[in-house]
Each structure stands twice: as structure tokens, then as C-alpha cells.
């Protein structure tokens, strides 16, 4: 690469982005010792990708960065909003279309403005939770801004942030109140124009999982994201995962997965591939297709 170009695919590259890229761009070629795999197959794809990375360390992060630019694929993360608030680095980083995520809050204010600064900075795909953005107006303002982008969003049900008028209704542990959450968002989406949609609905316990799957399957025929929330670590939490996807599985419930695992996160890929592997179920590998 001659220079730092200011546009890449298409979209601009801010000051920030290019001062990181000329930081870093020769750091990491002087200090890593490099084996990049595939590259070259997201450098052919006519548009944006979704990487789903795992890490163990803070220095993994700048490697994929570096192994997605090498892909010409200029890299938009979705990090933990108290990173933005390092002075000098959360700034850089804002100034870069890095993305905050406000995890375990309730602050639809600081939700919707998470979601629209994604949508802004050309994601490729938007993750909503109905339990933290509540408010109907700013769904639908947020199904607005996807549908002039033609942005896919991923409705993404937990059992952990289910609205209070659901719970009152239902009691916890309803698999009926994780449906209707689900359903009632996808039909306001649906009201403003948006059809590419995914759905989840995570529990943390294989039967009630199952059954909030079951029950929006039999009404909804949009794609299905399955995992089990908090599973935990250990054998017992692979067990978990394992009774809720792959009943999920055997029921043909299901288009996309995720092992979630309290641990080394590298796991996760190995626990979800050798699930697929004792299914007799197909691997997406990449662009080529399953294997």
C-alpha cells in the first residue's frame, strides 16, 4: 500500500482513522510475525463483511484490525462503552467510527445513539435489544434510518432485559413473554418498512430457550440466530448449549448459532463446529460456502 487513502470501499476515512492506520500500519508489520489465512477471499466480496473475532487480550483487537485492512476491508469494532471514555483514546477511537456498546444498562437514550452512530458509520448489520430502547418512537426511528440504508437488523430478544409489562404479565421464565417481546418488535419494523431481519431469543437455560424459539417459529418464517445466554463455563454449560441448540437443530430451528462460554472464548468455535459435526449439519467455512 502507497499512502493512506482517504476513501477505502467507498467510504471516507477520517482524520482518525488515518492517523491510527499510520501508527499502527508500521508497528504491526515490524513487531508480529504474520500467517493470514482467507484474506484474499474478503478482499474479493463487493462490499462490507461481518467478522465475529474472539479474543483474549487487549492486543488482539489491533491484529484482526490489521489482518481485515491487509483485506481492504477498513475494520468498524463494536467495543465496550467505558473504552470510549479513556480520555485521548476514546476520542481517537470515536473519531475512527468505532462503535460503543452500552451493555448492561437500560439507558435508551445512550442505546439509540449507539445505534445511529452504527448506522451512520455504514455497519453492515444492527443488533437491537426491545429491552433496553422500550420506546416505540425510537424503534421506529431506528427501523427508519436501517430501511433508508438498507441496513439488516438483528432483533435480539433477552430474557435478562424483558419489559416490566411483560414480566407483570407473564412471571419470569416465560418463554411466552420472549415470543410476544420478539414478535411485537419485528411487526413494528415491519409497519416502517423493514423485512431483513434476524431474530434471537436467548435464555439461560436450554428448555425455556426451546420453547421461545418453538413458539416464534410456528408464527414467523424470518431467519433464526440461536444461542444460550450465560451458559456458563465448563462441562456443564457445553451441556446447556448443547440440549437448546441442538434440539433446536433437530426441529430444523435455526439458520445461524453461537456458543456462548464463560471462558476461553476460542472454545466456543470448537464446541459449535463439533455440535454441527455429531448433527451431521453443514459449516459455513467462509465465501467458498459449507464444508
Known amino acids: 500500500m502507497t499512502g493512506i487513502q482517504r476513501v477505502r470501499r467507498g467510504r471516507p476515512l477520517g482524520f482518525s482513522f488515518r492517523?491510527?492506520?499510520?501508527?499502527?500500519?508500521?508497528?504491526?508489520?515490524?513487531?508480529?510475525?504474520?500467517?493470514?489465512?482467507?484474506?484474499?477471499?474478503?478482499?474479493?466480496?463487493?462490499?462490507?463483511?461481518?467478522?465475529?473475532?474472539?479474543?483474549?487480550?487487549?492486543?488482539?483487537?489491533?491484529?484482526?484490525?490489521?489482518?481485515?485492512?491487509?483485506?481492504?476491508?477498513?475494520?468498524?469494532?463494536?467495543?465496550?462503552?467505558?473504552?470510549?471514555?479513556?480520555?485521548?483514546?476514546?476520542?481517537?477511537?470515536?473519531?475512527?467510527?468505532?462503535?460503543?456498546?452500552?451493555?448492561?444498562?437500560?439507558?435508551?437514550?445512550?442505546?439509540?445513539?449507539?445505534?445511529?452512530?452504527?448506522?451512520?458509520?455504514?455497519?453492515?448489520?444492527?443488533?437491537?435489544?426491545?429491552?433496553?430502547?422500550?420506546?416505540?418512537?425510537?424503534?421506529r426511528r431506528i427501523a427508519r434510518e436501517a430501511m433508508d440504508r438498507k441496513t439488516p437488523i438483528r432483533v435480539g430478544v433477552n430474557a435478562g432485559s424483558l419489559d416490566k409489562d411483560l414480566l407483570d404479565r407473564y412471571g419470569n421464565h416465560s418463554a411466552e413473554a420472549l415470543a410476544l417481546s420478539a414478535s411485537n418488535s419485528v411487526r413494528l419494523m415491519e409497519e416502517e418498512g423493514v423485512t431483513d431481519i434476524v431474530v434471537s431469543l436467548k435464555a439461560n437455560d436450554a428448555r425455556w430457550t426451546v420453547d421461545a424459539y418453538r413458539l416464534f417459529a410456528e408464527k414467523s418464517t424470518y431467519p433464526l440466530h440461536l444461542g444460550v445466554t450465560e451458559a456458563g463455563c465448563g462441562r456443564a454449560a457445553v451441556v446447556n448449549s448443547w440440549a437448546g441448540l441442538g434440539t433446536l437443530l433437530q426441529m430444523g430451528i435455526g439458520d445461524t448459532i453461537r456458543i456462548s462460554l464463560t471462558e476461553d472464548s476460542r472454545l466456543e468455535v470448537v464446541v459449535g463446529h463439533l455440535l454441527l459435526h455429531y448433527l451431521g449439519l453443514p459449516r459455513y467455512t467462509g465465501p467458498g460456502g459449507p464444508a
Do not use: C
Open 19 to 139: 492517523l491510527a492506520v499510520a501508527i499502527l500500519w508500521p508497528l504491526m508489520r515490524t513487531i508480529v510475525k504474520w500467517d493470514i489465512r482467507g484474506a484474499d477471499a474478503l478482499a474479493r466480496i463487493d462490499g462490507g463483511v461481518i467478522v465475529a473475532p474472539n479474543h483474549t487480550s487487549w492486543f488482539d483487537p489491533p491484529v484482526v484490525a490489521f489482518a481485515l485492512w491487509q483485506a481492504d476491508q477498513p475494520p468498524r469494532f463494536l467495543g465496550k462503552e467505558s473504552v470510549f471514555r479513556i480520555p485521548l483514546v476514546g476520542r481517537l477511537i470515536s473519531g475512527a467510527g468505532q462503535i460503543p456498546v452500552y451493555r448492561e444498562t437500560a439507558d435508551a437514550a445512550a442505546a439509540i445513539r449507539s445505534a445511529l452512530a452504527a448506522l451512520e458509520a455504514g455497519t453492515d448489520k444492527l443488533r437491537i435489544n426491545p429491552g433496553n430502547i422500550r420506546d416505540p418512537k425510537l424503534l
